[in-house]
C-alpha cells in the first residue's frame, strides 16, 4: 500500500527538497508552505508520517502537532520536527508536540540522516514509532544566538496575549482564525485546536453573520479604518465584538477581533 505524507513549512525549497526525497521512497505527499495551510491539509489524513517546521507564519508548528493529535486520535503516524531552531529549544521539547525532532543542517547531510531515520521508521509499527520520541542531529549545528533572540521574542509576545483579560481573535484574510488567547477561548467554550482554521462566523450566532461580515468588509476598505464593533451573545454573555484591520509587515492583511464581555 502506498504511504503518505504531509510536509509543512514556509521555506518552499526545503518542501520541495523533502516532499521529493519522500517521493523517491514511494510517498505520496501533500505540502503546505505555513502553519494555517498545514492545518487544512489535515482534512486528507490521517498520514503515515508528519513532517513540520516548528517556527512558521499564522500558525505555529506546536499547534499543527496539537490539532493534529485531536482530530486523528493516534491513527496517525509520527509527527517529525524538521526545524532550524530544535537545537536551541532542547529544554522545552515535551510542550511541542512532535515524536520526533530533527535539527536541519547542510542538505547533502540532511539527506543521509532522513533516509536513515526513514528506513527505521517504516520497520516499526505505527504505534512503536510514535512511542520513541528522539532527537537527531545533523553534523556541524549548534545553537545560534539569532534564533534564541527570536525564540524570545516569540515567547514574550504569547505571554502577553495570553495575559490579556480581553479575548483576542487573530483572522487571516480569508476571515479563517489564526490564533485566539486563553480569554477568548473562555468566552467561547472552546478549545483552540477545535477552531485554528475555521471561519469567524461558525463562532458568532447565525443571526449576527451578515453584520459580521460587513464590518469586516468596511475595515478592509481603508488602511486606516476606525474599528467597528457589534454586539452578540457569545457563551451565554452579550458580547461586545470591536474588529479592527490587522496589516502586519510583510504579510498580508487580515483582522483582530477584541471581545470584551459582560456577565451573564
Known amino acids: 500500500m502506498e504511504r503518505t505524507a504531509l510536509v509543512v513549512d514556509s521555506d518552499v525549497f526545503f518542501v520541495e527538497f523533502l516532499a521529493r526525497l519522500l517521493e523517491r521512497r514511494g510517498y505520496r505527499v501533500a505540502r503546505a508552505y505555513d502553519g494555517k495551510q498545514g492545518i487544512a491539509g489535515l482534512d486528507a489524513g490521517p498520514y503515515d508520517v508528519l513532517f513540520a517546521d516548528l517556527v512558521m507564519p499564522k500558525v505555529e508548528g506546536r499547534r499543527l502537532f496539537e490539532a493534529a493529535r485531536s482530530r486523528f486520535n493516534g491513527s496517525c503516524g509520527p509527527l ?22 530533527i535539527a536541519k543542517g547542510p542538505l547533502e547531510k540532511l539527506e543521509g540522516r532522513l533516509h536513515e531515520f526513514l528506513d527505521r521508521l517504516e520497520k516499526l509499527p505505527c504505534a512503536a514509532a510514535a512511542g520513541e520520541k528522539k532527537i537527531l542531529q545533523t553534523g556541524g549545528v549548534f545553537p545560534r544566538r539569532d534564533a534564541l533572540e527570536l525564540l524570545e521574542s516569540l515567547e514574550f509576545h504569547r505571554s502577553v496575549l495570553d495575559s490579556l483579560a480581553t479575548g483576542l481573535l487573530v483572522l487571516d484574510r480569508d476571515t479563517r482564525l489564526l490564533n485566539a488567547n486563553p480569554a477568548a477561548l473562555e468566552l467561547l467554550g472552546r478549545a483552540l485546536v477545535a477552531i485554528l482554521n475555521r471561519p469567524v462566523i461558525e463562532l458568532f450566532p447565525p443571526a449576527r453573520a451578515a453584520e459580521l461580515i460587513g464590518l469586516l468588509k468596511e475595515t478592509a476598505r481603508e488602511p486606516r479604518a476606525r474599528p467597528r464593533a457589534l454586539f452578540a451573545e457569545l457563551g451565554g454573555r452579550s458580547v ?24 451573564p
Open 240 to 263: 461586545r465584538a470591536v474588529i479592527a484591520r490587522l496589516s502586519a509587515p510583510r504579510a498580508p492583511s487580515g483582522w483582530v477581533i477584541a471581545l470584551e464581555g459582560a456577565a
Open 80 to 101: 517529525v520536527a524538521v526545524s532550524g531552531t530544535v537545537i536551541e529549544q532542547m529544554d522545552e521539547l515535551e510542550t511541542l508536540g512532535a515524536d520526533f525532532y
